[in-house]
């Protein structure tokens, strides 16, 4: 039996990278799954994968940045499967970009909206619904560079950093209520984006994987396996926490 099964929950960002990986490995545990992203056709994509494999998907294309689209798709994924049990808000906006004092008003909007409020609005949505169930799980995808920072990623640093925070205040927030709030930051992991620099930018590349102690670039289904757990009741006792 898997980890999570008889559960339902939310991947946000599903059409790739991180995101579909976790919702692939949640499937597999068990899960009935809602994969959502902007792109349907990307989405529809990974529920192939999921369906191919004998699990439970509903995808559901959504802009997570809208209000009244977060409370759509969590409206969505009750009637469908009767529960939402857990969550993890990967969707995010942004990357690299100009030094701070270069960076546009427009792209520092776009950058918080996509990659920290998104989060807020999840998770806004998900834990009424969780409050309804008698608990749940929360797992927020933030990055190191929201704990370091990083050149010429500033907006995109602030945002994950308000991702942690925010995570850290509602975890305090409704532990009570038995949700649980946790982060992984994840460091340089082999997504579509890192491909790329990988291939245009060696020379960069190859530094930034020798400031990681294992010395090589990190697989998506390595976070999936986190978040998967994190999502599980094999981490009862943890909330709160960054990884």
């Not at 807020?120 to 990055?143: D, F, R, T």
């Not at 920072?149 to 995570?167: E, R």
């Not at 890192?194 to 102690?213: D, N």
Request: glycine share 12%.
């Amino acid at each position: 039996m898997g980890s999570l099964s008889g559960t339902a929950g939310i991947v946000t960002g599903a059409g790739a990278g991180i995101g579909r990986s976790i919702a692939v490995v949640a499937a597999r545990e068990g899960a009935s799954v809602v994969a959502v992203d902007i792109k349907a056709e990307a989405c529809e994509e990974t529920a192939s994968m999921i369906r191919e494999s004998g699990g439970k998907v509903i995808v559901v294309q959504a802009n997570v940045t809208d209000d009244d689209a977060v409370r759509s798709l969590v409206e969505q994924a009750v009637p469908e499967f009767g529960q939402l049990n857990w969550a993890v808000n990967n969707a995010a906006f942004g990357g690299a970009g100009p030094l701070m004092a270069d960076i546009s008003q427009n792209n520092w909007d776009k950058t918080i909206k996509g990659t920290l409020t998104s989060v807020w609005l999840c998770m806004k949505h998900e834990i009424p619904q969780m409050i309804k169930n008698g608990g749940g799980n929360i797992v927020n995808i933030g990055s190191m560079v929201g704990v370091t920072g990083n050149p010429m990623q500033a907006a995109y640093a602030a945002a994950k950093g308000g991702v942690i925070a925010l995570s850290k205040s509602a975890a305090a927030e409704y532990a009570p209520q038995g949700i649980r709030v946790n982060v992984i930051n994840p460091a340089m992991i082999r997504t579509p984006g890192v491909e790329v620099f990988l291939s245009v930018a060696p020379e960069m590349a190859e530094r930034a994987i020798g400031a990681h102690a294992l010395s090589r670039v990190g697989e998506p289904e390595e976070v999936a396996e986190t978040a998967v757990f994190l999502c599980s009741d094999r981490s009862s006792f943890i909330t709160g926490e960054c990884i």
